[in-house]
């Protein structure tokens, strides 16, 4: 956390989701989660991918078939003011020398 208040969304914070952007956090079952706590991000707009070319399996796990929420696989939470916050990754990845490596 930020040592004071006032620092809290200069330091901290992600900012605000974009402007037409429609964002919730949600648990493991997809349920959206109360402030300050964290979830996966899931976004939708009509800027945000709509399927992986050639690809219905990626895009099957990434995608709900349900109103098309993109599943970001980014841990954040949101504040009262909803300021975001990230937490972390759902699965930690990293590519090196070509070679993805999961943490």
Same mark, same amino acid.
């Given at each position: 956390?930020?040592?004071s208040?006032t620092? @809290?969304r ?10 037409? !952007?429609?964002?919730? %956090?949600?648990n +493991?079952?997809?349920? %959206?989660?109360d402030? &300050?706590? *964290?979830?996966?991000?899931?976004? #939708?707009? /009509?800027?945000?991918?709509?399927? /992986?070319? *050639?690809?219905? +399996?990626? =895009? #099957?796990? =990434?995608i709900?078939?349900a109103?098309?929420?993109? @599943? =970001?696989n980014?841990?954040?939470?949101? &504040?009262? &003011? #909803? /300021? !975001?916050?990230?937490?972390?990754? @759902? @699965?930690?990845? *990293?590519? #090196?020398?070509? =070679?993805?490596?999961?943490f």
């Amino acid at each position: 956390m930020c040592a004071s208040e006032t620092d @809290k969304r200069g330091l901290c914070s992600i900012g605000l989701p974009m402007q037409r !952007l429609e964002v919730k %956090i949600v648990n +493991e079952q997809g349920e %959206i989660v109360d402030i &300050d706590k *964290n979830g996966e991000l899931w976004c #939708r707009d /009509y800027s945000v991918l709509s399927a /992986y070319w *050639n690809d219905d +399996e990626k =895009t #099957r796990e =990434t995608i709900t078939s349900a109103f098309k929420w993109l @599943k =970001t696989n980014d841990v954040v939470r949101m &504040d009262e &003011d #909803r /300021y !975001l916050y990230f937490c972390g990754r @759902k @699965k930690e990845m *990293n590519i #090196r020398g070509g =070679t993805k490596i999961s943490f």
